[in-house]
């Protein structure tokens, strides 16, 4: 089973303080970005892996969508996402990504935000999503850049004048990187970009969008913190279709 890291309550309080946990989808700076590459939601049935608080679950039947499913590993992300929801029309259920079993052809959309990091092989759940997915079905999701899952100690290298650069260590290196991100000891998995790209292409998807995705000049100047940001790939957005 993966690391349930979201029900750590040190984990799971640090989280439920950053913007995007208090304030939802428009908190997310990439939110823009992410929207421009979804199809058009109307009479759609929706699917949401690693679904937290049921942001984006919300969204889509906001969006049009016939039908939401949200599935998250943590009890107490999904206990938040039924608080936050009064909607029949979306359903949440407890999951584990890397042994996920779905009906199907029962899909129009799966979505997924910052969570493929969790996993250490892609192949069986992008073989399940396939199959689950109608034919012309998409798949868009989010997930940490590997020049930032690749720094197992984040930071700032300063070179002899003064200028920095990010700190990428290992960048070929692919497996388990363990950090300490709002608790210690949380396990994510660094892959290249090429593999994750590979991984789709032999899961028969067609590749639609690649995003480094990064803040814009306007987003910078109205959240100064972004400029970290900026000087590498936070994540990247990736959009696919069956």
């Known amino acids: 089973m993966s690391q349930n890291i979201y029900d750590n309550q040190a984990f799971f309080d640090g989280y439920a303080q950053l913007p995007r946990s208090q304030f939802g989808l428009e908190a997310a700076p990439e939110w823009e970005s992410v929207q421009a590459m979804l199809p058009d939601l109307a009479g759609k049935r929706v699917i949401d892996l690693g ?12 969006a049009g969508a016939t039908e939401v499913l949200g599935i998250d590993l943590s009890e107490k992300m999904l206990a938040r996402a039924r608080e936050l929801t009064d909607d029949s029309g979306i359903s949440y259920q407890r999951g ?11 899909f129009d959309l799966v979505y997924s935000s910052l969570t493929l990091h969790y996993l250490p092989d892609l192949a069986p759940l992008l073989g399940a999503v396939y199959q689950t997915l109608q034919p012309g079905g998409w798949l868009v999701f ?16 300063i070179d002899s004048e003064g200028q920095r650069s990010w700190a990428v260590n290992s960048y070929q290196n692919e497996g388990r990187r363990v950090s300490n991100w709002l608790a210690d000891g949380v396990i994510k998995y660094h892959r290249t970009l090429g593999t994750t790209l590979n991984a ?41 279709q069956r």
């Open 142 to 157: 989010t997930t940490e850049h590997p020049i930032h899952t690749c720094a197992v100690q984040q930071g700032w290298l």
């Open 96 to 106: 584990d990504l890397e042994q996920l079993a779905l009906p199907s052809q029962a």
């Open 51 to 62: 679904c937290g608080y049921g942001w984006f679950c919300r969204s889509a039947r906001n």
């Open 200 to 240: 789709l292409i032999a899961a028969g998807f067609v590749l639609r969008h690649v995003d480094e995705w990064g803040p814009s000049a306007e987003q910078i100047r109205a959240n100064p913190a972004l400029a970290e940001e900026a000087e590498r790939p936070m994540m990247v957005l990736i959009s696919a």
